[in-house]
């Protein structure tokens, strides 16, 4: 988003002017597991021992929610992928009781630091489900992500755009908090899950345990079709290629990962963490 400024934080330094006495910040983060929870819990930790602020961190938050409560000053930190800004920038999506232009007069208050990549969408299954990739999700109940937000608006697209189903209508989807995502899937209710997930990550770790999973390569004339690359162009969006012999690396013996070449292709979502433009430096 236009607006953005970024600080970088780097070493565990704070590239930025001392200050003269210790802050007292709240913060709100998404549950353990994630990217955006380990970077805030980091962050909390080395603005404290340097000096800097005393973070009070929230987790287990929904983030369209703490995108608002940072745009309206009502939390110090948040969490976020970044095409919720965008969203509330426009007053649409799981921000459209806002209106474009409240949720523009908000969005204008946010700031970005310490970009990063929140994971990286791709279809993945346990081997007993028989899914046999995109095409094999008609009729099935597809875990695409929370009740609202970032995440579900990109895993609801994805499958839309690569096979295109429509949640409610092809397949079934299913939503529920991140904090509950590890045990709903090896507790095997969904048939396949599309979520951002990271090589390796603690929850991909973690389902794998209760069985051999496969995860599926975004096809590659999709990948470089016209509709998916501008989707992939939208903020908070990037494309990615890995090698696919480094992606089976990363995750291990459980995982078998299938692509129509030696090429791994997905979304990437990025993200950050947000303050309030009116925020020290």
């Keep these: 988003m236009r607006s953005f400024a970024v600080v970088a934080l780097f070493g565990g330094a704070v590239l930025a002017a001392p200050v003269a006495a210790q802050s ?13 929870h380990l970077s805030s ?4 930790e080395i603005a404290g021992t340097s000096g800097v602020a005393n973070i009070q961190l929230t987790d287990g938050q929904t ?6 409560n940072v ?19 426009r007053g649409v999506g799981p921000y459209g009781e806002l209106g474009k232009e409240k949720g523009a007069e908000l ?21 007993a489900k028989g899914i046999d990739g995109w095409d094999g999700l008609e009729g099935k ?20 755009i690569i096979s295109g189903l429509k949640d409610g209508e092809g397949y079934e989807g299913m939503q529920a908090n991140w904090g509950q995502a590890a045990s709903i899937i090896s507790g095997g209710e969904p048939d396949a899950v599309v979520l951002p997930e990271l090589f390796p990550g603690s929850r991909v770790a973690t389902v794998a345990s ?9 096809p ?26 480094e992606v089976a690396a990363a995750m291990g013996e459980d995982w078998t990962f299938i692509s129509e070449d030696e090429t791994f292709r997905a979304l990437d979502t990025i993200g950050g963490d947000l303050v309030h433009k009116d925020m020290d430096e």
């Design 24 to 36: 007292n910040l709240t913060a709100e983060t998404a549950s353990p597991g994630g990217a955006v």
């Design 41 to 44: 819990t980091h962050m909390a």
């Design 63 to 68: 983030l369209t929610n703490t995108v608002q």
């Design 71 to 89: 745009a309206e000053g009502k939390t110090d930190i948040g969490s976020a992928p970044h095409i919720l800004p965008f969203l509330m920038s």
């Design 107 to 127: 969005a204008a208050n946010l700031r970005a630091i310490t970009p990063y990549t929140l994971g990286i969408f791709f279809l993945y299954a346990y081997d």
């Design 141 to 160: 109940k597809v875990f695409n992500g929370p009740p609202r937000g970032g995440a579900l608006t990109n895993g609801r697209a994805m499958i839309q």
């Design 210 to 218: 209760s069985g051999k999973m496969t995860g599926w390569s975004m």
């Design 220 to 245: 590659k004339e999709i990948y470089e079709g016209e509709a998916m690359q501008k989707y992939m162009k939208a903020p908070g969006s990037a494309s990615v290629e890995i090698p696919l012999a």
